[in-house]
């Protein structure tokens, strides 16, 4: 049978008139919102005496405890989260130390939770002072995740009196760096067409998740930026990161595909580090350990969050790893249980001469946790 030409041209148009176009993806548009020194900002707020004064929330003036925050006074004296109180008094002896009061942090949490709902329900809070959000589609039809972020801006400062900074990108690593980059009272937009090269150019010290001893660590590499770390295959950065290499490979290329997820529960929150030399004495591990447990405390503070759990993570020269673990009746989260039960927990592991090269602290079962602090921070490369 002859094909006719006509004829199948004519099937062709009809055949495109019936298949219908897949529509593409909508560009994700997601807002993470941080407070400006949140608990610090609601105590000047709310007691005029504190106002333009150095203020420590956390810890207590004979050096006990640690920092949950400090107001941007005391950080001109390099005072911030999860510092000993004892170095903060040393860095800012007129330091003004205050007790936290947490009903009040969570009641204009919840009030700033409520401004979040008027543009999405699509909220992932990541403690008290902190959110993602995706307005990808959002509830009054504006369009623009700038001018949402805003709106948000605004109204926290008219209803709250109080300042937030915000990043506003096309995924949930992006947003989170842009929002610290022009604190307080900041806004910062980085669009699609930027992102590969804004992390080209940024510090390796910059990345979420990278703490000071990796980024030591990838110096020494000869790793300055997030151009150094493109020129290595996934592999090169699983050789010598570990799984977090993975992590590295897809987000200085600009991939995160990350969604917000308004309902994550909170397994497990806790700290590690890496050392730059092996740790071979108990006394050596116990001056590291002293230092991991302040961190992990104000992570418990900043999420209101107690364990009944305590696990201590021991990683060797070699790689290999082991994990010891103590349960309690009653949860704790304060420093000095969670470093009397570290301690007992490394005494028992009998680590004496061993070659430690990471030691990390962490806390779960939480059991019944507060609404507010029903979410995980899966960002956090630390938490474990």
């Known amino acids: 049978m002859i094909k006719k030409p006509g004829l199948i041209r004519r099937f062709a148009r009809a055949r495109n008139m019936i298949t219908p176009e897949i ?24 007691f005029p005496q504190y106002r333009g004064k150095p203020i420590v929330v956390g810890g207590s003036p004979d050096g006990r405890g640690v920092v949950a925050t400090a107001s941007y006074e005391a950080r001109k004296f390099g005072i911030h989260s999860a510092m000993s109180a004892r170095r ?31 543009y999405t329900d699509l909220i992932e809070p990541l403690s008290l002072d902190e959110a993602f959000l995706d307005v990808t589609e959002d509830k009054l039809n504006i ?63 910059k990345f979420f998740g990278v703490g000071k001893v990796t980024a030591e660590r990838m110096k020494k590499m000869g790793l300055h930026s997030g151009a150094d770390l493109k020129q290595l295959t996934e592999q090169d950065l699983v050789t010598k990161f570990g799984k977090t290499g993975k ?29 730059e030399e092996d740790l071979s004495t108990q006394e050596e ?19 209101q969050l107690k364990g009944k759990t305590l696990t201590l993570k021991v990683k060797f020269s070699d790689f290999t ?11 704790i989260g304060d420093y000095l249980s969670i470093i009397a039960g570290v301690k007992d927990l490394l005494i028992r592991a009998d680590l ?28 956090q490369l630390e938490l474990f």
Do not use: W
């Open 23 to 46: 529509p593409k993806p909508l560009q994700r548009k997601i807002i993470h919102i941080d407070m400006d020194a949140f608990y610090a900002a609601v105590e000047q707020r709310d």
């Open 88 to 118: 903060a008094i040393q860095l800012c002896p007129e330091a003004i130390f205050v007790r936290p009061r947490f009903d009040a942090y969570k009641s204009v949490s919840v009030h700033i939770r409520e401004i979040f709902n008027r």
């Open 143 to 205: 369009g623009s995740a700038l001018e949402i972020a805003k709106q948000i801006k605004d109204a926290i400062r008219d209803e709250l009196n109080l300042s937030a900074s915000a990043g506003v990108s096309s995924n949930k690593f992006i947003a989170k760096i842009a929002s610290d980059m022009n604190k307080p009272d900041g806004l910062t937009f980085i669009g699609p067409s930027k992102i590969e090269r804004f992390m080209e150019n940024l510090p390796v010290e």
């Open 247 to 275: 992590f590295y490979y897809r987000i200085v290329r600009g991939i995160d595909e990350r969604p917000v997820q308004p309902h994550r529960l909170t397994k497990s929150l806790g700290a590690e580090d890496t050392f």
């Open 285 to 303: 591990m116990i001056t590291e350990l002293e230092q991991i447990a302040e961190k992990v405390t104000a992570r418990l503070e900043k999420s």
């Open 321 to 331: 790893q082991i994990t010891r673990n103590q349960s309690y009746v009653t949860p």
């Open 352 to 379: 004496e001469n061993s070659k430690v090269r990471l030691l990390g602290i962490s806390l779960s079962n939480f059991g019944n946790l507060p609404a507010s602090a029903k979410v995980t921070d899966p960002d």
